[in-house]
Nanobody, 118 residues
């Protein structure tokens, strides 16, 4: 399973970024997809997930500011991040879980895209 992230970058606090994760048609239609992040010196944490049917979940830190969505026609999952804070600075990873629901560990990971908020 290939997951290719894009959209990271540097932004000022209060700004917005949209991350994209492109994968295969099989993956986007059948698997749970998620976004994780890892800041230097910290453990990786889940940010948001979206299951096969479009049901979403969010970490408390993301609620009200981030939105996960997917476009099955484009084989892409998005993470819209608004009102960014310096503490959102991290490497962001797209991940897939080889079942349709999102509870449990993820099997596949992208290479990551850096988000820096100053």
């Amino acid at each position: 399973v290939q997951l290719v992230e894009s959209g990271g970058g540097s932004v000022q606090a209060g700004g917005a970024l949209r991350l994209s994760c492109t994968t295969s048609p099989y993956t986007i239609h059948r698997y749970c997809m998620g976004w994780f992040r890892q800041a230097p010196g910290k453990e990786r944490e889940g940010v948001a997930s979206i299951d096969r049917d479009g049901i979403t979940t969010y970490a408390d830190s993301a609620k009200g500011r981030f939105t996960i969505s997917k476009d099955n026609a484009k084989n892409t999952v998005y993470l819209q991040m608004n009102s960014l804070k310096p503490e959102d600075t991290a490497m962001y990873y797209c991940a897939a879980r080889s079942v349709w629901y999102c509870a449990g560990p993820y099997n596949y990971w992208g290479q990551g895209t850096q988000v820096t908020v100053s």
